[in-house]
């Protein structure tokens, strides 16, 4: 099921990306949602959100969208911020009972939106999924996370591990656990019930909701979540758990994700816009790109650079489910995606390419990952050097490039990551522990490539095959 409206946005090039993209993931369905100021742009469903039996994916398909959820729980926090009952530099222990005795200053309310208290992973969102998702099939992992009691002393007891004097972002989904039982305590009713009031309903997000149950509703657009099998998607649970609620728990449409992204765009929210400028800047540096940008975190979003502008999101991902929300901070485009299963690319990457899809930009100039890929493709074949004496074999890897060298003094396998995002350096660096930083370089041209090992050079010979995607 497609629909389109009339755009400044070519909505036929976007539904091309998008049946190219999205109807050739790891998920029995997907649904993607582009929204220009209020404007719908382009939604459709592809795929099937059942499988036994078939019904298909539509944009109004209800996902269990994961850690998109976060940007919905910072705006409920961020609206109590906004009424004067709460502040971000308040410590977490004066309202709800957890890191009373963390070391170093108190951790406040700011510090768990933007994942800057210095507490690591604890896996507590694994713990609570997977008894959810494999039940009886899972190795016993001796751990498990049931109810308030138990995720307080969890937390508490890892508290030791706080890392001091450090703006590392460390991703920390209890954190989003914990901002949920303080949203109820400053609010004074439960989680769910105050963001529904709060956010949901006044930017007309009607049928999103953190009842899992309605996934089970025959008469509801709504998924079944799904896990990969040995004989294919085979149907699985989401947790009816309140420890998952905060962090990853809502079930909402691209339709409507999409309109919260497009409201958060255009500041048209229930906090003022100094709070919500405050909320896209990022806190912490999330993670270090390749170019040297950075994806930065700031209350409950992430951002990274999209070309001259910025793009605002978060994905998430349950195991059996996936969704992404993000915009664009200048351009004001907003997209939305949702999955039934895990899919095998990063929901952040494909909106990323749809974005530069609806806005003519050119995906490797916003896609580290994808420039890396176009040159490694590049450079895959056989190589002969000088003498036929020595060959190499140049191959894509799961994660590396991988470099086969071939002498009359044996055979040796060496790992390659590229050297930059830049489209003509070809050169790459040698995953090794000899202490030294070694690289090797490819000379490209229209008249072949040739490879420089140490000191002898190789010339490309013939292909190799490769089937990874583009």
Request: net charge negative; with cysteine; charged share 25%.
């Amino acid at each position: 099921m497609v629909e389109t409206t009339a755009a400044d946005l070519d909505a036929e090039a976007l539904e091309a990306t998008a049946r190219d993209l999205l109807g050739d993931v790891d998920s029995p369905g997907a649904s993607v949602a582009v929204v220009d100021g209020r404007e719908r742009v382009f939604a459709a469903g592809f795929g099937n959100r059942q499988l036994d039996p078939e019904q298909p994916a539509t944009p109004e398909t209800l996902y269990g969208i994961g850690s998109s959820t976060k940007p919905v729980t910072a705006t409920a926090v961020l609206t109590l911020v906004e009424s004067g009952d709460l502040s971000l530099d308040d410590a977490v222990a004066s309202h709800v009972p957890f890191f009373a005795d963390a070391p170093g200053d108190p951790i406040t309310v700011r510090e768990l939106l933007s994942h800057t208290s210095g507490l690591p992973a604890d896996d507590s969102a694994t713990l609570t999924l997977l008894d959810a998702i494999v039940g009886d099939e899972a190795e016993d992992i001796g751990a498990s996370l049931s109810g308030w009691d138990e995720i307080r002393e969890y937390v508490d007891d890892g508290a030791d591990r706080r890392l001091l004097d450090t703006e590392r972002c460390l991703y920390y989904n209890s954190g989003y656990v914990v901002l949920s039982r303080l949203v109820e305590a400053v609010a004074d009713e439960p989680f769910a019930d105050y963001v529904r009031r709060a956010v949901l309903e006044p930017l007309g997000m009607d049928r999103s909701t953190f009842d899992v149950g309605v996934l089970a509703d025959e008469d509801a657009d709504a998924m079944t979540p799904h896990r990969a099998g040995e004989d294919g998607p085979k149907p699985a649970t989401l947790p009816d758990d309140p420890l998952f609620v905060g962090p990853g728990g809502l079930q909402a449409p691209v339709t409507e994700t999409a309109a919260f992204a497009s409201a958060w765009a255009e500041r048209d929210l229930p906090i003022g816009a100094d709070l919500a400028e405050a909320a896209t800047t990022p806190v912490g540096t999330f993670r270090e790109l390749l170019d040297g940008s950075e994806v930065g975190y700031g209350y409950g979003w992430m951002t990274r650079p999209f070309g001259d502008d910025t793009l605002v999101g978060h994905g998430g991902g349950t195991g059996v489910s996936a969704g992404y929300v993000g915009f664009l901070a200048d351009r004001g485009l907003a997209v939305a995606l949702g999955f039934n299963g895990q899919p095998d690319t990063s929901p952040e990457r494909l909106a990323t390419e749809l974005l530069a899809t609806a806005t003519g930009t050119d995906p490797l100039a916003v896609l580290p990952k994808r420039a890396i890929e176009r040159k490694e493709r590049r450079v895959t074949g056989e190589y002969e050097a000088y003498g036929d004496l020595q060959t190499v074999t140049v191959t894509r890897g799961d994660r590396f490039l991988e470099l086969e060298h071939a002498s009359p003094m044996g055979t040796e396998t060496e790992y390659l990551v590229a050297a930059s995002t830049a489209p003509d350096d070809h050169t790459f660096r040698v995953a090794e522990r000899g202490g030294t930083r070694s690289t090797v370089e490819f000379f490209v041209d229209d008249d072949g490539v040739e490879l420089l090992v140490d000191r002898a050079l190789f010339e490309r010979v013939g292909d190799v095959d490769d089937d990874g995607d583009e």
